[in-house]
């Protein structure tokens, strides 16, 4: 830290009591007091240096003979810093640092201790003191911390705006350039140190400083000067990422909360943070809303966890909505970025009825969707009659199609989760977004099994939120044995399915068709083919092709007359409805490739095709007099 000796005499000054005594020899006619401090000085070397001590002095002298005493309440720094000013005005040793210029510097403007009242006076001595230190970043961190002490006076000398304009030029600049030392409260070795001897650049040790050199030393100071170096930073042309990641590092270091991670017992956290808000030396709420107007404007410059944190600490710390309204909109904007842990919201309303804040994701997917729009509105390259976004599993709106379906899987087994509520926000995801329903399927159960008391209507209007045309060929299969779905939902994925077999049955003639006229002797295909070096082989090869493709025709074949002639004995009561389906899910079932079975585990999807097989028969078994719907 750098410092200016002044003065050369020795020390003279002996604290009594309250009282500081100057020992020169000669009685004191002066007391100045300050406080509970009182001063026992002389006339001469005050008035010698001080223009408001020498109009004071000379009131207090013309209506009392005795002995002069002015009181100086209003003297920035108080008694402490007065002790240094009397020091100088008797050529006393002291030194002028970073942690006492400022209160100096104000003292002596405040005492008019100019040069008119003698050469190398107090304020052009502390004035050419900052103007060395200004140069150094670790300096100027520490004079800007102590103007907190004289706020008043250092923003009408214009000191803090000095110091900030310092701080935002170095941070801005190229270290490469400059030798000040920076990083004296991040532990680390400074790079002055580490790059520089004796203002010789050491080679490759510049280059290996971090940008964000700068955070931990910019997140010590106050929030309001912090504001306004953020502020300056940014005017000055700085990366949004840079300034981003020292606003993360200013709101993780001074929110507590932040540091919670997502869970239930989050709630249990309103009451500890209600005393901390309360408390007037940390004011938790406010701190939080002004970093939130701090954050840049441009989108994905912060982590959305780290928004998602943000949030969900303002809702603990009953942030005002305007602060709830902009973090929300913002996450919005890049929602496609989300992690599912992240969204689960806990309610921290008293009242709330669900575990999990909907309401909050509902109006968070609506701005993203109302970003979607806006960006394929502004965007001129589009094709006519192209899906917005498209279907590919990397796009934004299906990224987020996927996430949502996982986030209702998630909150599906509330049973106090209204149906109103789940069908907005399951339906608020465009249909083209979702290239397979699985996911939604897989969320419709379990809603199902959560909410079994739901009427065969409610239970239809749930089930149009998926499309059984865009079910995979697992989820039919499971589809078609869950008796929790409408009559009409099975049968539409039972068509659909056959219209499947079908199309596959027509591909597999006209394969077969082409291996028949590849057969045959006349065609110009085997003409071509008996030039090949192995006529015989390949001849062979092909026969054995075709038999085996004449076999798994005939077998699709077999497949669909018996499925046709079940459907045609069809008749209306329950317990053949359940045998039907039985048969042709297992029928389904055999025909279908070995693939992932996320349908059957119970821990995950909770839908466990045995248990569904199991426990059917009770619920089937009270619904026998009722007539079957088609």
């Known amino acids: 830290m750098a410092c200016m000796k002044l003065g050369s005499k020795p020390e003279a000054f002996r604290l009594d009591g309250n009282s500081w005594i100057c020992l020169t020899g000669l009685p004191s006619d002066v007391v100045i007091e300050v406080g509970d401090t009182s001063f026992h000085l002389h006339k001469f070397p005050l008035l010698s240096r001080s223009g408001l001590l020498e109009s004071r002095i000379g009131e207090c002298s013309r209506d009392d003979e005795q002995k002069c005493t002015v009181r100086l309440d209003e003297i920035p720094g108080g008694a402490k810093t007065f002790l240094l000013v009397a020091k100088f005005c008797y050529g006393v040793k002291l030194e002028l640092t970073a942690t006492n210029v400022v209160s100096i510097r104000c003292a002596a403007e405040y005492l008019r201790m100019n040069e008119d009242y003698g050469d190398a006076n107090l304020i052009v001595q502390t004035e050419n003191f900052m103007n060395e230190i200004f140069g150094s970043w670790s300096d100027s961190i520490k004079v800007l911390e102590t103007c907190e002490e004289v706020l008043t006076q250092a923003e009408e000398l214009h000191v803090v705006s000095r110091c900030i304009t310092s701080l935002a030029m170095k941070a801005c600049a190229d270290l490469s350039l400059f030798t000040w030392p920076v990083s004296s409260h991040g532990g680390s070795e400074s790079p002055a140190d580490s790059a520089y001897w004796n203002g010789i650049c050491a080679a490759g040790k510049a280059d290996s400083i971090s940008e964000d050199w700068w955070y931990e030393d910019a997140s010590i100071l106050k929030l309001s000067f912090y504001r306004r170096l953020i502020l300056a930073i940014s005017n000055r042309g700085m990366k949004p990422e840079r300034v981003a990641g020292s606003v993360m590092h200013y709101a993780v270091r001074h929110l507590p909360l932040m540091h919670r991670q997502s869970s239930l017992q989050n709630r249990k956290l309103a009451a500890t943070c209600s005393t901390i808000s309360a408390s007037p030396e940390v004011d938790q709420k406010n701190l939080l809303e002004q970093i939130v107007e701090l954050l840049p404007y441009q989108k994905a410059v912060f982590p959305t966890n780290f928004l998602l944190r943000l949030l969900r600490t303002s809702m603990i710390l009953h942030a005002g909505s305007l602060c709830r309204e902009n ?159 409408p ?97 042709l899910a297992f029928r389904l079932k055999s025909k279908s490739p070995k693939l992932p079975k996320p349908f059957d585990d119970a821990k995950d999807s909770e839908i466990s095709t045995a248990t569904l097989v199991d426990g059917k028969e009770s619920h089937r078994n009270t619904e026998k007099e009722e007539p079957s719907k088609i």
Not at 438 to 447: L, N, Q, W
Not at 564 to 569: A, G, S
Request: proline share 4%; aromatic share 6%.
């Open 487 to 583: 009559l009409r939902v099975i049968v539409q994925v039972l068509f659909f399915e056959q219209l499947r077999l079908r199309t596959s049955v027509a591909g597999w003639f006209f394969v077969s068709d082409n291996l028949d006229a590849s057969q045959n002797p006349s065609s110009d295909l085997v003409l071509a083919r008996t030039e090949a070096p192995d006529p015989g082989a390949t001849t062979q090869q092909f026969t054995m092709a075709a038999g085996d493709m004449r076999e798994r025709v005939c077998e699709l074949e077999k497949e669909c007359l018996s499925m046709r002639q079940d459907l045609e004995k069809l008749v209306k009561t329950r317990g053949s409805w359940n045998i039907l389906f039985r048969r």
């Open 327 to 485: 973090l929300e909109r913002r996450i919005g904007a890049q929602l496609e970025q989300a992690l599912l842990k992240d969204l689960l919201i806990p309610n921290m309303g008293c009242s709330a009825e669900t575990l999990y804040d909907i309401d909050c994701v509902q109006r968070i997917l609506d701005h993203f969707i109302e970003e979607e729009c806006d960006a394929y509105d502004l965007n001129t390259n589009c094709l006519e009659g192209q899906p917005r976004g498209g279907s590919h599993a990397s796009t934004p709106m299906t990224m987020v199609a996927n996430l949502v379906d996982s986030y209702l899987s998630e909150v599906a087994p509330d049973v106090n989760l209204k149906l109103p509520k789940f069908q907005s926000l399951a339906a608020a995801i465009p249909e083209y977004a979702r290239p397979l329903d699985d996911g939604i399927y897989r969320a419709t159960d379990i809603y199902l099994k959560a909410h079994p008391w739901l009427t065969d209507s409610e239970r239809e209007q749930l089930c149009r939120l998926m499309n059984c045309q865009k079910l995979s060929l697992e989820a039919s299969t499971h589809a078609a044995q869950n008796e929790r779905l």
